[in-house]
């Protein structure tokens, strides 16, 4: 299992963590959302919960709880310029299909219930 940090997004979020106080890490899930069901968070974490796992990257700890952890393993987050706009993606291979504007997804499971 693992949730990795493109060389982009690395320095964003190291950039993040020395610039806030109090910050452990990044904070990184799944809430339900949007049209397909689930959307990504990506926050700064502040505190650690019992059930978060914990992955470090040069530094770096992504912490992830118990509930996203299959949905979002095997994620990498990247960070992209695009024209003058700026956003973290998420290529994520549990997402099997994505809804119109991209906010959402849904995973096989779902898509075949």
């Given at each position: 299992?693992?949730?990795?940090?493109?060389?982009?997004?690395?320095?964003?979020?190291?950039?993040?963590v020395?610039?806030?106080?109090g910050?452990?890490?990044?904070?990184?899930g799944?809430?339900?959302?949007?049209?397909?069901g689930?959307?990504?968070?990506?926050?700064?974490?502040?505190?650690?919960?019992a059930?978060?796992?914990?992955?470090?990257?040069?530094g770096?700890?992504?912490l992830?709880?118990a509930?996203?952890?299959p949905?979002?393993?095997?994620?990498?987050?990247?960070?992209?310029?695009?024209?003058?706009?700026?956003?973290?993606?998420?290529r994520?291979?549990?997402?099997?299909a994505?809804?119109?504007?991209?906010?959402?997804?849904?995973?096989?499971?779902?898509?075949?219930?």
């Amino acid at each position: 299992m693992a949730v990795t940090l493109a060389p982009a997004a690395l320095a964003r979020v190291q950039h993040y963590v020395r610039e806030t106080p109090g910050a452990l890490g990044l904070r990184f899930g799944v809430k339900r959302a949007g049209c397909s069901g689930w959307q990504h968070f990506a926050d700064l974490a502040r505190e650690q919960a019992a059930d978060d796992t914990v992955f470090e990257q040069d530094g770096v700890r992504i912490l992830v709880d118990a509930a996203s952890l299959p949905l979002v393993d095997g994620t990498e987050i990247d960070f992209v310029k695009q024209g003058l706009g700026e956003a973290f993606v998420f290529r994520n291979p549990n997402v099997k299909a994505e809804c119109g504007c991209g906010e959402s997804f849904t995973t096989e499971a779902e898509r075949a219930a």
